[in-house]
T-cell receptor, first 115, second 118 residues
Framework: SQTIHQWPATLVQPVGSPLSLECTVE??????LYWYRQAAGRGLQLLFY??????ISSEVPQNLSASRPQDRQFILSSKKLLLSDSGFYLC??????????????FGSGTRLTVV | GESVGLHLPTLSVQEGDNSIINCAYS??????FIWYKQESGKGPQFIID?????DKRQGQRVTVLLNKTVKHLSLQIAATQPGDSAVYFC?????????????????FGKGTLLTVNP
C-alpha cells in the first residue's frame, strides 16, 4: 500500500533562518506531488506541484522554493524565513488520469512557527 | 483566490442528528469534487468524491449531492457522532492546462467546523 511521510511534525524557527521540509511517498512510482499551506482558520493554498523529477511548478510567488531530487521525494525550502511563513504545511500525492486514485492523499503535516 | 466557498463556517449539531454541510463552486469546468475531513493538527482525509456526471453518491453514513445547475455541493452525514467533529473541506478538481492532461489542481474552500454535542 502507498504511504506518505512528512517531517518534522512541528518546527519553531527564527526569522531569517533557512527551512527544509521533506516529504516522501512509498509504494508507488511517478506520483504527482504537491505542497500546500494552511494558515490558521483558513483553507488550503497550493504552493507547488511536481509531475516528475526536477519538474516544479509554482502557484504563488513567495519566499519558498521546492525541489524534487528523486521520484518520491519532495522538499520545501526557504533561504530566509519570514514571520508570514508560519503555518501548517501539507504534502500530498496522487496519480495521473490513468491512475486509480483521483483524489489527493495528504501527509500528516508540519506545523511551522516562525518567531 | 479560492473559487470554492462554503455557506457556513461553523455547524453545531446534537449527537445522532443528521448534518448537512454546503459548498458552492464557481468553475463549471471542474469535473470532480471531493470532500475531506480534517481533525485538529492532522492532514485532511478523503471522505467521499463525486464526478460531475453524477448528482448523488453514497458512502457509509455519508452522501454527497451535486447540483450543477446552481454549482452547489453538499455533504450529508447521517447519525452524526462525536468522532465526526472536525473541519470539512470541499474541493474541486481542474486539469492543469500545461500538464498534458495528467495533472490536476485541487481548489479548496475555507472549511466548515462541525461540532457534535453529546
Amino acid at each position: 500500500s502507498q504511504t506518505i511521510h512528512q517531517w518534522p511534525a512541528t518546527l519553531v524557527q527564527p526569522v531569517g533562518s533557512p527551512l527544509s521540509l521533506e516529504c516522501t511517498v512509498e509504494g508507488t512510482s511517478n506520483p504527482n506531488l504537491y505542497w500546500y499551506r494552511q494558515a490558521a482558520g483558513r483553507g488550503l493554498q497550493l504552493l507547488f506541484y511536481s509531475v516528475g523529477i526536477g519538474q516544479i511548478s509554482s502557484e504563488v510567488p513567495q519566499n519558498l522554493s521546492a525541489s524534487r531530487p528523486q521520484d518520491r521525494q519532495f522538499i520545501l525550502s526557504s533561504k530566509k524565513l519570514l514571520l508570514s511563513d508560519s503555518g501548517f504545511y501539507l504534502c500530498a500525492w496522487n496519480q495521473g488520469v490513468s491512475g486509480v486514485s483521483y483524489g489527493y492523499t495528504f501527509g500528516s503535516g508540519t506545523r511551522l512557527t516562525v518567531v | 483566490g479560492e473559487s470554492v466557498g462554503l455557506h457556513l463556517p461553523t455547524l453545531s449539531v446534537q449527537e445522532g442528528d443528521n448534518s448537512i454541510i454546503n459548498c458552492a463552486y464557481s468553475n463549471s469546468a471542474s469535473d470532480y469534487f471531493i470532500w475531506y475531513k480534517q481533525e485538529s493538527g492532522k492532514g485532511p482525509q478523503f471522505i467521499i468524491d463525486i464526478r460531475s456526471n453524477m448528482d448523488k453518491r453514497q458512502g457509509q453514513r455519508v452522501t454527497v449531492l451535486l447540483n450543477k445547475t446552481v454549482k452547489h455541493l453538499s455533504l450529508q452525514i447521517a447519525a452524526t457522532q462525536p468522532g465526526d467533529s472536525a473541519v470539512y473541506f470541499c474541493a474541486e478538481r481542474r486539469i492543469i492546462a500545461d500538464s498534458g492532461g495528467s495533472n490536476y489542481k485541487l481548489t479548496f474552500g475555507k472549511g466548515t467546523l462541525l461540532t457534535v454535542n453529546p
